[in-house]
Structures are given as structure tokens and as C-alpha cells.
């Protein structure tokens, strides 16, 4: 499960983030870029290739593309807490 307490800065407000990859507790972002290339008009990557969510998904749709990306993440860095 993605750290709450080990978001990276650049999401954007809402209920899904990716965790910063300085996370501790093993669960943070190794920049593999499985979910923005999976799902682009949702995750991005910074200057290091690791990810964050730019825009947060409405449809039913859209937050079923982004489980699939949760479900992908390799390290659990990926994360819905609403």
C-alpha cells in the first residue's frame, strides 16, 4: 500500500498519488514508468522519471484506467485515499 505520508509534491490535489521516491519504507516511486506510459493524460513524470499524478481521474472509466495502473506498480507507490 502507497504511503499517505510520503506523497510526491508535484500531485495534484485529489484522492489518487504516487509517493515521493525517497519514501523509507520501500514503496517509493523507482521510476519503471509502467503508469504514465499506461495511462499519460493521468500520470507524468519529473525531471528523474518518477511519477505523479497531474490530473485526477471522474469517470468510472477513468479511475478503472488508473487501477490498472495501481495494480501494475511494481513497488506500491501508486495510491487512492479518498
Known amino acids: 500500500m502507497a504511503n ?5 509534491s508535484s500531485n495534484i490535489a485529489g484522492a489518487w498519488f504516487c509517493t515521493d521516491p525517497d519514501d523509507d519504507n520501500g514503496e517509493g516511486c ?3 514508468n509502467v503508469c504514465y ?6 500520470f507524468a513524470e519529473d525531471d528523474d522519471g518518477n511519477a505523479y499524478i497531474k490530473k485526477q481521474p471522474e469517470t468510472e ?11 501494475a506498480c511494481p ?3 501508486i495510491g487512492n485515499d479518498g
Open 75 to 77: 513497488v506500491n507507490s
Open 4 to 8: 499517505k505520508e510520503m506523497k510526491h
Open 37 to 42: 506510459t499506461g495511462a499519460p493524460e493521468f
Open 61 to 71: 472509466e477513468e479511475k478503472e484506467l488508473c487501477v490498472e495502473q495501481l495494480e
Open 30 to 32: 523507482i521510476a519503471c
